[in-house]
C-alpha cells in the first residue's frame, strides 16, 4: 500500500510539496549536525544528516517547483559530503565511499567531495580510483577560477595536486607492475604443479605396466608421435599392451616433453 505523506510536505493546495517546511527541517538536522561534527561527536552527526536526508527522501517522486528541486539536490549533495567526510573521520573508508559517490553522482564538480572522494581512495590504494579524482581536481582548478580559492582555504595548490597526481600514478605503476609479477609467478608455479603431477602419473604407468626397463621409452614414443601424420593413443596402447588411459598419460607426457625440449635442448626424459 502507497505510505501516506506527513501533511507538511505538500502546499495548502496540495499540487507540490512545501519545500520551505521540508529546507527548514533539511536545515535543521544538517546544523545540528554540524555542531555535534564540530563536537567531534562523529555518529551524531551522521544521525543529524541522515534524518535529513531520509526526510528529503520522502519527497522523492512528487511534484516540486524547478527552483525547489535545485534546493533540494544542493542539500543532498552537501549531506551526503558530510557525511562522507565524517565517516573518513572514523577511517570508514568504503562506507566513505558510499556517500561521496552519492554526493558526486548528483555533482560531478564538487571540489569538496572529489576531494574527500579521492583521500578515502589513497586510504584504500585504490591508486587509480584516487588519480582520476585528482585528474578531475586539476581540470576543474584549469578550467575554474573559484576551485583556486576552494584549493587555498584548503591549504593546497594546483601544483601541490600535480605533485600529489604524479605521486599517486608512480603508486599505481607499481602496483600493477607488482600484480603482473605475481600473476606471472603463479602462472609458473601452476604449470610447474601440474608438470610434475603429469610426470609422477608418467612414472607411475611405467611402474604399473612394467615399463621400467625400456630406457628410451620416452624418445621411443616421441619418435612414434612425430611421424608424418601422427599416431593415436589405441595404437599406443596396442603396441605396449597397456589400457587406453595409461596410453593417453604416456601420450600427454612425451607431448610436453618435445616441448620442453624443443626449448631447452637436451635429450627427453
Known sequence: ?????????????????????????????????????RAKNASEALACWQHALDAIGQAEGLPMRTADMRR?????????????????????????????????????????????RYSAHRALKDWAAAEADLNALITMAAERADVDSMLQAAALSSTQLHALRDEVRQQREDAEQRLEEDLDERIENAAHKGLAELKER????????????????????????????????????????????????????????????????????
Open 72 to 116: 533540494v539536490l544542493i542539500a543532498r549533495v552537501l549531506l551526503h559530503s558530510n557525511r562522507g567526510q565524517a565517516l573518513i573521520s572514523m577511517q570508514f573508508w568504503r562506507r566513505a565511499l558510499v556517500d561521496l559517490d552519492a554526493a558526486l553522482h548528483i555533482e560531478p564538480a564538487n571540489v569538496k567531495a572529489r576531494w574527500r
Open 1 to 37: 500500500l502507497p505510505v501516506a505523506q506527513p501533511s507538511h510536505m505538500r502546499d495548502a493546495d496540495g499540487a507540490v510539496v512545501n519545500a520551505d517546511h521540508l529546507m527548514s527541517f533539511v536545515d535543521e538536522q544538517r546544523e545540528a549536525g554540524n555542531a555535534a561534527f
Open 202 to 269: 608418467f612414472e607411475e604407468v611405467i611402474l604399473r605396466n612394467n615399463l621400467r626397463g625400456n630406457e628410451e621409452l620416452s624418445s621411443e614414443l616421441a619418435d612414434m608421435m612425430t611421424r608424418p601424420g601422427g599416431v593415436s593413443v589405441q595404437h599406443i596402447a596396442n603396441v605396449y599392451q597397456i589400457d587406453e588411459d595409461d596410453a593417453e598419460v604416456l601420450t600427454q607426457w612425451v607431448q610436453k616433453a618435445c616441448v620442453m625440449q624443443d626449448v631447452l635442448g637436451g635429450r627427453i626424459v
